[in-house]
Nanobody
Framework: QVQLVESGGGLVQTGGSLRLSCAAS????????MGWFRQTSGKEREFVAA????????VYADSVKGRFTISRDNAKNTVYLQMNSLKPEDTAVYYC?????????????????WGQGTQVTVSS
């Protein structure tokens, strides 16, 4: 069992930056692939970024490539999402997710555990 708690969301102006954190419980955090997703009202949950359990492979959505960076610190049981050059269309609730697999996938249904989400609002 893994419990995930996101933090770091907030209100930022266009072009600004935020860093989201996701703290995980459990001794086996290092064996989980971690992902970030986002969702706005009335839309399906959208893939943002993922990193495999070794931290050797990352995958990004085209919409955030070059602006967002996913990283993890297995010693702290934490995964991060550094978001730069934020745009109003990045406004969403951001969710951290974990899957008990070695491959960084983009489909929400392949993830086993989810956090409660943190709101990110980018003003124009």
């Amino acid at each position: 069992q893994v419990q995930l708690v996101e933090s770091g969301g907030g209100l930022v102006q266009t072009g600004g930056s935020l860093r989201l954190s996701c703290a995980a419980s459990g001794r086996t955090f290092s064996s989980y692939t971690m992902g970030w997703f986002r969702q706005t009202s009335g839309k399906e949950r959208e893939f943002v970024a993922a990193m495999d359990w070794r931290g050797g492979r990352t995958v990004y959505a085209d919409s955030v490539k070059g602006r967002f960076t996913i990283s993890r610190d297995n010693a702290k049981n934490t995964v991060y999402l550094q978001m730069n050059s934020l745009k109003p269309e990045d406004t969403a609730v951001y969710y951290c997710a974990a899957r008990a697999g070695t491959i960084a996938t983009t489909r929400p249904g392949t993830y086993d555990y989810w956090g409660q989400g943190t709101q990110v609002t980018v003003s124009s």
